[in-house]
């Protein structure tokens, strides 16, 4: 998208900002991702965009993690990047769903044989009673998974962000920013221009 040109496909849209931002930002694909208790308590974190097809947004993790708890028991989410370089921000809301097995693998075996281990050793968000009882799980996961490949873990995985509602947020002269705002109907998406 050229500043304020419209357009109808926002799911297109995102990707076609996401090209963009891989080809103008050194870090495009840190995402802010905020979750809540199932009684509305947030919690904000980021996290790295690492997917994106027509269904919406997939990043990895820990499923037993804070996050993991909070989309367990309360499957909604907002994310949020912004690209400093290129005056963008983009905002998406949606429900969450876990990815499959084979596409958490199939990210999975892009990570480093490092991360694999961090991966079976942290259990993240938890509280550790000091570094060395990570280290000990490091080495724990170092031994058992010797000589082998380090397989998925049952615990970590992939969640899609469907998106509800998708903003563009473009930044323009004394603050009067454009911002296009898509919110998905039974129909197809809608979309509103909201006031900066
Ligand atoms: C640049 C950056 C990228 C990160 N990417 C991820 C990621 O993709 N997945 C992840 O679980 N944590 C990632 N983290 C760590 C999270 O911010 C967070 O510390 C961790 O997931 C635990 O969050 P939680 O306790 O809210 O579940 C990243 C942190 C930074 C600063």
Redesign the pocket.
Known sequence: MVGHEPFDDPMAQLGAWLEAGRAAVP?PD??T?A?ATPDGRP????????GLDTRGIT????RT??????LRLNPRAAAVVHWWELGRQLRVEGDVEETTEDESRAYWETRPRGSRIAAWASR??RALAARAELDAHVAEAEERFAGLDVPLPPFWGGYRIVPTSIEFWTHRENRLHDRVRFVREAEGWRSELLAP
């Open positions: 870090h840190t995402m991702l979750t919690s904000a974190r980021i996290v790295l965009l690492r990043f990895f993790t820990n993690s804070r996050k993991g708890d909070d993240q968000s």
